[in-house]
């Protein structure tokens, strides 16, 4: 991970974005992200309520104390190792385009299992809140979620929202703010993978490191390679190539052309 | 060191497992110490949802789900749907008198009124009512949290078909628009199975041919059986029925492209049902209004103005003795009557390809021309109009059918070809449909034909 900068980096430091800040919102199909992107914007689209609605990466302005944020609405995706569409332009987007906060979106009512992807998210970037939301609804069915406790234990900050109502959409607001300007300083507590995958990590992330843009996740793309992502693999093999392929990823048309590809029997996590 | 030489390498799949247990792991302790559980809390989704996808529930309750809103959507729009076209046309007469007053020459008059005000006029009475209805209704159901149990009551029969599961959530948004149901393809992650998904979106009855299957299902069937049923409900199943004949066209050509030229293996696909949430009911109505019915409505009104004009003056444009539309009409008669259709009828699929809105309307020019159309105040009116111009009720099964199965319109198929940028693939998402129309409209016509002459004889 390259040097903390506060205010202006990733995709703001880009000539002519006129260093406004980026913030990611990453989470997990339906949890409300797209509710949450909304009211952050103020733009009304509609948000079904169907698992991979999100498929197009979105693009909004939100305003908190009269200053500009670009929010940028991720696929949900239960992870960030790329085995589909939307997991590939989810973590490409986090690792390599660096939007100066992540706003991790997790559905209350089955914290756990979105807890994984915040996981991955604090791999990628330490710029990063946890936006426990649909909370009422956890309520409902007899869940109490600790946020301070959930904070404690990840080492980031997290806010209970319930974004339908704009409830605690102020506070993630003034949370991002706070790890835009640096004065919110975060000690993500990460997981370790055992010292044979650890080795591996190490030794990978120095071969990457200089394949690839300043500022680039480079362990979590060591991360994606060691479980066989191709893209990142090929940056080893022959880099001017995949260099040429990989980085305009985001930006390039959703659907490869098919051809008569036999289906690969994948399960996503 | 020895050790670790001895030890095996590690291979990708082992670190994978390594990796995602280790976060799993994780996640587990953190959640360990940020949730409690408090009793039991009440929670019906589990109940509900055993109801809406057990074997023995879940397949009623969805064709309960489809007939109910047809039918709202049928007895809803018949009264608005009157009041417009008695307004608009009432309007026509006004703007007659204004030319009239001004001066103005009979081609002008005929262009713009009778032909663009008129084809304006139709889509706007015939259109407006039913999408207005049905796009709330659909979004309602979208919102509840429904779509994805659908999905996975019907991801066995895709599966069987060779296709993936997801094509059911790729398939309800063609009943909003063709097009739509394109672009979400995208959430099908194998390209094969993407493909499969784009190719058959257009069995799906889009809001474009919705009113279109209404008007005919209520002057054809809903008329013929006021005693049995009540006009309403026969023609809502009518509906049901084309629609649902769509979906099992979408399943027989899923499963013969998967096993001929898109030839694999269903992958497998993890799908989440989300919890049900109360519809912001408000919301729906304004969004569904502004954003999908506004939205189809401006794209249908754009291109009627044109297609009426032309249409009118194709009906004026005399050679020979007869006006081009009629030689048009004469040139496709052949092919119409082995359809179960007519020339005229050809003709307006045809002209009707930038937006399927309009292929009704263009057809009530046709019949009508010398240019006109009568004033139509009712769907009585419109039965009359095609019973005198030589339709069964084999031909409206046989137009439902086409209309149902025939090519995508012209923005559906810009979407294929932005979704594809493959020229064979576009052209096969129109060759496609056509080809199944070609057999299942012919095969129609002619036992329809059989039975009709053993009736006879």
Redesign the interface.
Known sequence: MGPERPGCGGLSARPGAGCRPVVALAGNPNTGKSTLFNVLTGLNQHTGNWPGKTVLVAQGVARHRGRPYTIIDLPGTYSLLASSLEEQVASDFLCLQRPDVTVVVADATCLERNLNLALQVVEVTDKVVVCVNLIDEAERRGYAVDVRALADELGVPAVATVAREGRGVAELLDVIEGLVDGTIVTRPRRATYGPEVERALERLESRLAGRLPPGAAVRWLAARALCGDQSVLRLLSDPEEAVATFLPRTARGPLAKAENVPAEGRASS | MTERTK?PP?T??A??D???G??????????R???????????PTPAIDTLLTSRVTGLPIMLFALAAVLWVTVVGANYPSQVLTYLLFGLEEKLTLLFAALGAPAWLHGVLVLGMYRGLAWVVSVMLPPMAIFFPCF?LL????Y??RV?FNLDAVFKRSGACG?QA?TMSMGFGCNAAGV?????I???????IALLTNNFTVCNGRFPTLIALSTVFVGEGTKQVLGPGLAASLAVVGIVLTGVAVTFAVSWLLSRT????????????L??F?RP?VGQ?LV??LL?RTLFVLTRAVLVAAPAGALVWGLANTPVGGHSLLVHLASFLEPAGRLLGLDGFILTAFILGLPANEIVLPILLMSYLSGGTMVEAESLQTLGGVLVANGWTRLTALCFMLFSLLHWPCATTILTVWN????RR?TLAAVLLPTAVAVVVCSAVAHAGGVLAALAAG
């Open positions: 030890a590690l990708t799949a670190i994978t390594k990796l995602v280790s976060l799993y792991r994780r996640a587990e302790e953190v959640a110490a940020a949730v409690t559980r408090h009793g039991e809390g009440w929670d979004t979208e919102d509840l949290g779509l994805p999905a997801k959530l672009i979400a393809c995208r959430i992650d194998s390209p094969r199975e993407r493909m030229l898109l030839r694999g293996v269903p992958s497998f696909f993890a799908l989440e989300p919890p949430r912001r729906v969004r569904s954003d979704e594809t940028r493959d693939w």
